[in-house]
């Protein structure tokens, strides 16, 4: 399986700023993905990073709130823009490294508290 | 679209004693089928995976999962916990059709007491 780092681990933010949060593996993957879960919630998917190309996202979530970007295979970065309290939660990023079967690993997650 | 229900939000039991974490789901095509962990503090991690073949699965720390067409159900269970089986444990789902997106539950959270 890989091996996946997020930067940063928890971080404190005031109201209307942006924190942009990365995700480094330790080999190149097909797919990247972010997820967001809120406290006490499962995971809600926010967007595939796709490597050379926008990212694609889900229902519910925009781009001009949660611009990726994905450089290469083993990097990818994830902005909170104007941030507010209901953005607090756990971020966290995974890769699919097979082919087949959507298996996917996670990175240990990003806690963000807003203020 | 697929999804995920887990009925009890929160099942806690002694050490030693066996338990079942309920997972059921909605699908119109074939899926596969995840339980991911996750530990106090930690990121998640894939516990098991039902793919194809026996339905029977299993873990190396005691856990195993039946799948169940029928029943659209993929039940995780141990014989005998231990403390460090304290945890949240989500149960995840993906088409096979080849769609990327894992929809996942609103997670177990077992607790295993003294």
């Known amino acids: 399986s890989a091996v996946i780092s997020q930067k940063p681990s928890r971080d404190i933010c005031q109201r209307g700023t942006s924190l942009t949060i990365q995700c480094q593996v330790d080999?190149?993957?097909?797919?990247m993905f972010w997820y967001r879960q809120q406290p006490g919630q499962s995971l809600t998917l926010i967007a595939t990073?796709?490597?050379?190309?926008?990212?694609?996202?889900e229902s519910g979530f925009v781009i001009d709130k949660f611009p990726i970007s994905r450089p290469n295979l083993t990097f990818s970065t994830l902005t909170v823009s104007n941030m507010s309290p209901e953005d607090s939660s756990i971020y966290l990023c995974s890769v699919k490294s097979g082919i087949t079967y959507n298996e996917q690993f996670f990175g240990p997650g990003t806690r963000l508290t807003v203020l | 679209a697929q999804s995920v229900t887990q009925l009890d939000s929160q099942v806690p039991v002694f050490e030693e004693a066996p338990v079942e974490l309920r997972c059921n789901y909605s699908?119109?095509?074939?899926?596969?089928l995840f339980w991911y962990v996750q530990y106090p503090n930690q990121g998640l991690q894939l516990l098991l995976k039902?793919?194809?073949?026996?339905?029977l699965v299993k873990s190396i720390n005691g856990f195993e999962a039946e799948f169940n067409k029928s029943q659209t159900s993929f039940h995780l269970r141990k014989p005998s916990v231990h403390i460090s089986d304290t945890a949240e444990y989500f149960c995840?789902?993906?088409?096979?059709?080849?769609?990327?997106?894992?929809?996942f539950g609103k997670g177990t959270k077992l607790t295993v007491n003294p």
């Open positions: 080999s190149q993957v097909t797919m």
């Open positions: 995840a789902v993906s088409d096979m059709g080849g769609s990327e997106k894992l929809v």
């Open positions: 990073a796709n490597q050379g190309s926008e990212a694609t996202y």
């Open positions: 039902y793919l194809s073949g026996s339905t």
């Open positions: 699908s119109s095509v074939s899926v596969y």
